[in-house]
């Protein structure tokens, strides 16, 4: 896959796509990620971004003709143009798998109060917004829409990984889990999990399961 990312702040960046699962799919080639910095595409003496909302009110847009330039310089035929923004869908699991299918993907990350409305009539194939609180820029959100989806690319993740996308996948919450010691600080592990049952363990998991979601997080059943 080829994700382009079109970001004021490609120093961000540099880090949490330079580790672990992410960095291994890079070296392997399955994940082609590159970072733009949309000043590049701003071409006046002080390479301006942004300008006053027409119609006055607070704050600042990102212009449209930088962003045309680039989107239309790093988007192909077959790529999604991602919008990064407050006002987008909810991202989820459901949202990553569906973007783990395409072939190529650009990401805009937003800035000050956001875009001329141009960019999405025109060039934005999608809007995403990771939850419903501010940040200071689109680069986390798109950050953590890379991660959520690199994991999903075939042979991203590695054996000891790959059962783990059970939480969502299933719709429910995960069961509670242990490891050694079987007494930690008096502390005991369920008698269950040691029982070598395991139509038992299983019955008593999927019960956990259930119990959990509908105490946290009801509006998932
Ligand atoms: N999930 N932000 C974008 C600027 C902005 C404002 C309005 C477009 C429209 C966010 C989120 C998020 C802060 C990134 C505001 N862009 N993005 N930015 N939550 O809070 O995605």
């Known amino acids: 896959m080829k994700i382009d ?3 004021l702040f490609p120093g961000m960046f540099a880090g949490p796509l330079d580790e672990s699962i992410v960095k291994r799919a890079r ?3 399955l994940l082609d990620l590159r970072i733009h910095n949309l000043r590049d595409y701003a071409h006046d003496r002080h390479r301006t971004v942004d300008d006053r909302p027409f119609g006055g009110g607070p704050g600042m847009l990102l212009k449209p003709e930088p962003l045309f330039e680039a989107i239309e ?3 192909g035929e077959q790529t999604r143009v991602i919008l990064l923004s407050p006002a987008g869908r909810v991202f989820n699991q459901a949202v990553a798998r569906e973007l783990a299918q395409q072939t190529a993907l650009l990401f805009v990350s937003g800035h000050y109060e956001g875009f001329d409305e141009r960019v999405r009539e025109q060039l934005a194939d999608d809007e995403l917004s990771i939850g ?3 940040l200071t820029n689109g680069a986390l959100p798109a950050m953590v829409i890379i991660d959520a989806v690199t994991r999903l690319l075939p042979g991203a993740l590695g054996d000891d990984e790959s059962a783990h996308e059970e939480s969502f996948s299933q719709g429910l919450l995960e069961y ?5 010691p079987a007494e930690f600080r008096g502390l005991q592990v369920p008698e269950v999990l040691l029982s070598g049952n395991h139509a038992e363990i ?3 998991r999927a019960e956990q399961a259930r119990q959990r979601t509908k105490e946290r997080r009801p509006d998932l059943m």
């Open 27 to 29: 070296q392997a080639g």
């Open 5 to 7: 990312v079109l970001t």
């Open 202 to 204: 299983a019955r008593w």
């Open 176 to 180: 509670p889990q242990y490891t050694r």
């Open 73 to 75: 310089a790093l988007a």
């Open 132 to 134: 419903d609180y501010v």
